[in-house]
């Protein structure tokens, strides 16, 4: 057990990481616009908001300054339709916010950065000065969360549940998270001996070492706030049928 606990620590503190990609194959990465508005909210409002598609609700949660003029508000960029999901009626392309005289655009990558910053030109003109852009790699992200949660041991039960990756780039993540164990089944494991999982199931041994390396995961979510972020434990014992 002493030698399965020194394989443990050494697979755990050199983890492979997975590589995460839209579905267009494009890298994800987290990209901040911001803008100086030389219009009123409400003349920003309706050059940008075609891009919401369904306008339906779009001004339910708008605020207002005293006079009844808008003052803030937030959208989504959507696209009809899903080249992946076909029974999506529309994707998220990213979020935009008017506030005062500031505009934000959020996406998840640069190829939607250049395309949003286009599109605000086009619609807006002198009317939207690009002021800066701010770039986070997804890597950067799961680093700042992990970051985050290694200064507690204790979990937080107020925000456990409390997603840490923005609604736009969930299901990319949560494929390639899917995408990633799934390799991880026929990798071979330093902590397996250089087996993969499925191989060590097969033995004695290596199904303690697997417990053991399972007991760790389960331990290591009970830190991870983001349920996207967990490994799934059962489906895994499941698989290889411990």
């Not at 949660?61 to 005293?66: K, S, T």
């Not at 500031?102 to 286009?118: C, F, G, H, P």
Request: hydrophobic share 35%.
């Amino acid at each position: 057990m002493r030698e399965i606990y020194f394989e443990l620590v050494d697979y755990l503190s050199h983890p492979t990481q997975p590589q995460f990609r839209k579905i267009d194959g494009e890298q994800v990465s987290f990209v901040r616009l911001y803008f100086e508005l030389r219009c009123v909210p409400q003349n920003a409002f309706d050059a940008l908001r075609s891009l919401a598609i369904n306008q339906e609700g779009i001004l339910d949660g708008a605020v207002r300054d005293e006079n009844g003029e808008l003052f803030e508000v937030t959208f989504s960029w959507l696209q009809k339709g899903n080249k992946k999901h076909k029974s999506w009626d529309n994707t998220i392309l990213g979020h935009l916010e008017i506030k005062g005289t500031s505009l934000t655009a959020e996406v998840n990558s640069k190829k939607r950065a250049d395309k949003i910053q286009a599109e605000i030109k086009k619609r807006l003109g002198e009317n939207a000065v690009f002021k800066r852009a701010l770039h986070e790699s997804l890597d950067a992200k799961l680093n700042e969360i992990e970051a985050q949660t290694d200064q507690s041991d204790e979990p937080s039960s107020n925000k456990q549940d409390e997603p840490a990756i923005p609604p736009e780039a969930q299901a990319a993540v949560q494929m390639h998270i899917k995408k990633h164990w799934e390799e991880w089944y026929h990798q071979p494991v330093p902590a397996l001996r250089n087996k993969t999982p499925l191989q060590a199931a097969k033995t004695k041994a290596g199904r303690e070492r697997l417990e053991a390396l399972l007991l760790d995961f389960e331990r290591r979510n009970e830190k991870i706030p983001d349920p996207l972020l967990r490994v799934d434990i059962d489906e895994m014992r499941k698989r290889l049928a411990l």
